[in-house]
């Protein structure tokens, strides 16, 4: 089961790590921690207007004093190798343990849930790949308080959230100056912010693709048009439910989300639709490429076909006039046998019949526009 | 008719045991025995947080006694052979002939329907197969009361409760702190919890059909592809109904699901989500599949067509040199007569002729690109 | 205009019936008798708990007595041929014009409306052909009154109510202390529970087809296939507003629905989502197969052109090397002129040269498995 | 712009009459008149339960005198070839300027507007083509007034209120007792009623087509699939909005439509979803008649390349057994070049080898059932 | 970051100008100017019922005096590529960060959204190019206040204004006498009507390609195909939340937005669903092109298949009778060695018999129909 809970991020397991499951019947609550996982380490950034902490911590109890001070006080936590850890750190914030097992169980859906005093909003970043076109996905939980945010990574790479710590760090825009609430919209935005870099890298290989496909069509190109579909399909699954959490955080009146942060919030619902948008539109097109790959095939098939039936057609007729006059019947015994054997233009003649088949077929075949491609 | 009700199951009539029906114009409320069908066997767990019985009872009336007490008594009925027991259960529960028929009639629709003092749920639980790809799915039916749950299942084998009743057993996490209604939460929550690893094997299959279809796709492949999206059709029309049901659960405020199920009951909707999310996502995926295999199939047929073209556009040219120069044309009628054939290098200069007939041709595809694969 | 609103029933006309039409322009409630419909044959039961009269009537007017007394009287009429008994039948039932025109029009949809103090429900009945896949479809009228129902059949033969009428007759169930509007629900809930057979037909056909499909598809299956999707397609249009028609009597409050009535219209509610459901599967099993129909054309040419393949580019190259020593090239006048003519193993030699290539060819066929089935 | 609003109609420009559209950027409440359109007709229909006036007048000023009076005048206006006329018509109804534009502009959508005093309704009428499959489209505006309807038609020809004018000039039905509101009825009736018999040719066309594309299918089959599936797509962005326009005035409580319509204006609804119904079914037919045209045409190239495979796969292995014995190896020279050449029965041993090859190809073509077709 | 804002147009990034977007985690309001942006140049028309302002301008702050008077003023600014002047723009009319922001990044999705006293409208414009099958797009933002507009495009080049500028310099219609939320309605209605000359093009562009697909499809014919396919989804994707766009101006109740503008906006969502529904239909014709095209290569592919059969097949068994008397079996040594060699007919009566094998499958090929054309 652990395992299930976190296999090494490659590209087999990508697409079914989102599909890992809890144990049918367990206790609910149960957290489970995979051996995998990297250990966790905790960052604390704790800042007002005026003053600014930016450390990493090593105990989640080190965090204690920051909490009820007036001060925001962000708590990241990176990765999710260690039970012990984990759990002092729902004792130090206090989980609900339906929070702690939504934290833990790297499958959760989207979703945004009000446990009294807090908001837990769980999340799933993409951050695109190094050079080619795909993308590492992984889980943030969000638990947002009055004075405090903690946010929960499912590993210690890959992370979407430097501009917001820079952000803070330089005192640049007004998060210095907002609560704990414009800090969880600040990185849900850039999480949203983070799916158009991904996306950008499809829609530039599937303009690659569309050449590929119009002009050398291959195997390759078949298999690659595949993975793009079930890539999308697995951007399209993660998409979709942060737009319905956005559209909670703005509707549902949560005591934690001021009035003043729905024109920011607002702002990201857009962004969030327009990302989905755009996959809609992507899968729309490698949809047509499919359709047009299997013409192009097709095309080349008849291409195929056309050649063996010209070079077949003039020389079939061709080799059947010389394998008539390789017959051995004997012009001795009667002059209707074979006499044009003995004449004197007999070869020449026979040269030219061929030249004459051959060409009027070619001619057929030119007009029919056999020659052209097709 | 009591033979629709109850199929022996197998392969063959998986997929239409759902689609089994009651007589038109029947009695509402008739029940029919199948005649194959299980006999039932009843078992009682009856515990509060201090005291538990676990039994299995020969009558319906044992359980009696059980009912009136305020400790919560689970009685879990395995098989429905016996029209006689299933009668006297109806007795014992005082249940409503309507509710009756739906326990009995095992092609129900998942749902929730409210009897005054009892809920009656439907439900349906899928059982992954020992080793192979595919499901064995039975109804079962909860009967909520105040202190009691009554659940009815079509057959004695294959059950995801196991888990559950070791909690109780062992009185692990809250479920013995809590009432009927919570046992009933749990029990769903299992059933949903069970498509995880039926689903898990279906995503195991697809990746390996993918390779397949990429590399060597046979008629089985096929056979097996459309096989997984029947499959998938059923478990889709088997999640679905139970997300209705959850909802109605959540919202229709019946009175037997207090107010502090609510959570729980969610986290079981995210669940039913979760599963939607991935048939559809399985779905889509084999569908493409489908679409990559007619790819594949056209591609193979291409190659085997580049072969035969190959083949034939360079020997038919060079079958008709060869069948000029075996026609019989007199040369000492004439010296226009096929004089080649007394040349000094006749032969050899005709040999050559071949040679770079079939070398030009096997230069212009290998130019096209026909050699490689396509 | 008449020939329309009747044709003959059979298979050619079974899928344009729904379709037919009235006369654009004529004024409502123009009731139209087809020649050809069978004359109306009216049956009366008379029913109350302790009483009942079960008999064939002549003239709408003998149901008179009947219907102002407190026992319900269904009076049921089958056949549509006679527009005299069709007016005075409007007249004992003080029917409004629309109703008449709907209860004549075959065409119309299933609806519900109020008029007053009578229901009109336009439903349409199945009922599965003798030995072969398909189903005759009739509309059924219901005009409900307080203590009477009228039903108007289309035609006398097939019918589905038989059991209801055996269950007033032999007094089973509660159907004889019920009043009208129980008599109402019970046959409506026979027309919908009647739609499973004829499904389980096409379940049963789609199986057989499966089978044929993947191992000897043929022009006929094909045709089978396209036919199925068709009927099925007509299913849909049918079950469909049926839905809305429960659906409309248990929500929009009408008076002369009970409200003991909802439980079973529930039921029936549900009966009728669940022959939808299974609709719906068919058609996307249908849907599949026709993709596995294309496939297994495509693999099945496959076959033809790797058997033509392997046995012209095994042939053609021997053929090519017999035309080369069937040439005739003057070994006399140069040594370089065919010397392998007049060698002493030159025919073996030959012969062994041919069983290398042809062998090799084999050879290398076999290896890209083209021997084996694709 | 002139062009646009009125294009001569024929095949090639039907489809897109209702995409032309207004310059951007106009004055709202202009018109633009087609010079190509025909000159206005106008005739006028005044009536009550006891007089009646039918008469074509040549100015709009003509009608004046009735239409204060408490008797229904219908002023039906045929052709918009003229600015000065309608202008004229403008002034004397009091149009407002946007519904002059709206009566003008021939590709609006239907929709129905409320302009005080006045309810304007744009409908689209189609008509079908004389003996072919196919129909005339135009647009008809109503304005509606208390005691007076205005209606404008594109052209003078094909108009399907012919039998409405009849019912009033004969008195039939309630039409002559009945309001301004119920002639709009009548006529809206009319419109939608007229959709069935261009449906029904459709239905026919589309038997044949399927019994075509089953047995004989040609490109022209494909042809008129597509062009059927373009006519229906048209035929449903007709009809979706009329039953909109039906659905608001029923709902919106117009104050011009009595409560007494709402009966008549339900039934005209249920016949526009019956319509839309029709549409729809013809379209998936359409689709699935495209998926068996493809599968065909599949069908069609198996026979043909079995026919080729058959025929090669027999003769081209005879013809080399043929070309063995065509050599000219040397017999003279040594015992072991060609024998048979010199064997007393090497000629009737050689076709009797032929034989048996050709005999035992044919025979496992017959086992594969080649022979028969596919 | 700022190349991605503004890509240089042209027909490679059309389609993915849209799809632009802003940095992850950027601080909310952030402008970034794109470095290849035309710089602005800004006009300002001011006008009331009797007296018009219409000229360029060089800096924001000149059009300030015009701002606070009563007349209507219009700034409208072209080409977005200088921070300080949008900044000082964003003083001169008190813009909020936020809008201002969406103002420059081009790729925001058409929305409506208030700002206290100002109403944001984002929208996006289409131009139709030159003379080929294609448009520009481009974001035009509107900010309304109660006296003035100001509209920013994103470039100077296209515009579909001219026709509004020309009503207001010559007075046309009421628009001199309207207010500034009337001159927004006239420019949004301007750039929905501007849709329609785009889409006209693309219906002509698709009558040919009908045309084309049906004749002589070719692989150009394909990508032709491809590309309107995705140049209509992009014009779907940009028409569909303008019609979200208008909708909320009509209901929604902005302060700004008079009861007078709700018929002309209710006659402008009117054009947009026009536009919408003229897209759909586009787009499903093209779909249904795509399967024509298969069609017609599958077709193209069968004629080409049959050629190659008549031919091979009239002309091996022919060539099979040749090579039989070609064969050298020796004549001299038996009676039953090719004594046909010796007839006196021999030859004549051979090549009577390949005019009669030949005649007889010309005489079934002709019976099949294959002459004809598939």
Chains 1, 2, 3, 4, 5 share one sequence.
Request: charged share 25%; glycine share 4%.
């Amino acid at each position: 089961m652990a395992k299930k809970n976190r296999r090494p991020s490659g590209k087999k397991t990508k697409a079914s790590k989102m599909d890992s499951y809890i144990q049918p019947g367990s206790v609910p609550g149960t957290i489970i921690i995979d051996q995998d996982a990297p250990p966790p380490t905790i960052f604390l950034i704790d800042y007002n207007q005026t003053s600014l902490t930016h450390k990493q911590i090593n105990t989640p109890e080190e965090c204690v004093p920051y909490l009820d001070t007036i001060s925001v006080s962000w708590v990241d936590v990176q990765g999710l190798g260690s039970a012990d850890i984990l759990q002092r750190l729902a004792n130090v914030f206090s989980l609900h343990p339906l929070v702690l097992e939504d934290v833990v169980n790297v499958a959760e859906r989207p979703k945004v849930e009000d446990y009294e005093d807090q908001l837990l909003i769980i999340a799933r970043m993409v951050v695109p790949k190094e050079r080619i076109c795909g993308f590492y996905s992984e889980q943030v939980s969000f638990v947002l308080d009055k004075n405090y945010l903690l946010t929960v990574q499912e590993e210690p790479e890959h992370d979407c959230f430097e501009s917001v710590r820079m952000r803070i760090d330089k005192s640049k825009g007004i998060i210095r100056k907002q609560g704990a609430n414009y800090l969880a919209y600040a990185l849900l935005d850039a999480i949203i912010d983070g799916f158009f870099p991904v996306l950008e890298r499809y829609g530039d290989r599937i303009e690659e693709l569309e050449e590929e496909v119009m002009n050398k069509p291959s195997r390759q190109t078949l298999q690659e048009i595949y993975q793009i579909r079930r890539e999308l399909l697995q951007l399209r699954r993660t998409i979709w439910p942060h737009r319905d959490v956005i559209n909670s955080l703005i509707r549902d009146g949560y005591e934690l989300i001021n009035e003043d942060m729905k024109p920011y919030l607002r702002d990201c619902y857009d962004h969030a639709v327009q990302v989905m948008d755009m996959v809609e539109n992507y899968r729309e097109i490698t949809n047509g490429l499919m359709d047009v790959y299997l013409s192009a095939v097709s095309n080349r098939m008849n291409e195929v076909m056309k050649f063996l039936t010209v070079i077949s057609s003039i020389f079939i007729p061709l080799t059947f006039i010389a394998g008539i006059y390789g017959m051995n019947f004997n012009t001795e015994k009667s002059p209707y046998n074979m006499p044009e054997l003995n004449w004197y233009f007999g070869y020449p003649l026979c040269l030219a019949l061929m030249a004459v088949v051959a060409g009027g077929l070619a001619l057929a075949f030119w007009q029919k526009g056999w020659f052209s491609k097709f």
